[in-house]
């Protein structure tokens, strides 16, 4: 996405948690209001590589709120079919959510859909974008109860969520079947 090359295990997943530095263009400073851009790109959460490791979802907790707590913008990264694995990711970054509104910290989360085929079908997209909110929604209620937080009923109770600004479509990167496909 910012186009940087961390290193990855096994050619799937980053391995940890890796940060780098980015200059910001002068004529981008005065908008953006900063002079860098520090990147922090972590390993999956629920990545397959370290699932049957003992802990493997405290090491999730733990990496997803210290990257949501060193964070101004989060991006969740949702590029998968399957349901219950997208549903335990949530509500692993809800618990991170969590743990930052009680230090009193409104993160920013922005929601990246990939490999979406047809990023002008805005009614279908619109659809997904509530049954992500119903999902956000239903993991939020999980993780409050886990955290004993009984007040928090809705994903907007932890953070200010707009379906319309707060999701991003992008289409497949390849046209056709890599690796001979030419990009997109």
């Given at each position: 996405m910012f186009g940087l090359q961390f290193p990855v295990?096994?050619?799937?997943?980053?391995r940890g948690a890796f940060m780098t530095l980015l200059n910001v263009k002068e004529n981008l400073q005065k908008k953006l209001g900063c002079q860098f851009i520090l990147v922090i790109d972590t390993e999956g959460l629920k990545?397959?590589?370290?699932?049957?490791?003992?802990?493997?979802?405290?090491?999730?907790?733990e990496l997803a709120t210290l990257v949501v707590g060193l964070s101004d913008v989060t991006?969740?990264?949702?590029?998968?079919?399957?349901?219950?694995?997208?549903?335990?990711?949530?509500?692993?970054v809800v618990h991170a959510f969590l743990r930052m509104k009680e230090i009193g910290k409104r993160p920013n989360c922005q929601f990246v859909h990939q490999n979406v085929s047809d990023v002008s079908a805005h009614e279908k997209n619109m659809r997904d974008r509530k049954k992500l909110l119903e999902q956000l929604n239903e993991m939020t209620k999980v993780?409050?109860?886990m955290e004993r937080k009984s007040e928090i009923k809705t994903f907007s109770d932890v953070m200010d969520y707009n379906l319309e600004?707060?999701?991003?479509?992008i289409p497949g990167l390849w046209l056709g079947v890599p690796p001979m496909a030419p990009v997109n």
């Open positions: 295990a096994s050619g799937r997943c980053t990545a397959l590589e370290l699932a049957s490791l003992e802990g493997s979802y405290e090491h999730d907790n991006i969740v990264n949702i590029a998968m079919e399957n349901t219950s694995e997208m549903k335990d990711i949530l509500q692993i993780a409050a109860e600004k707060d999701n991003w479509y």
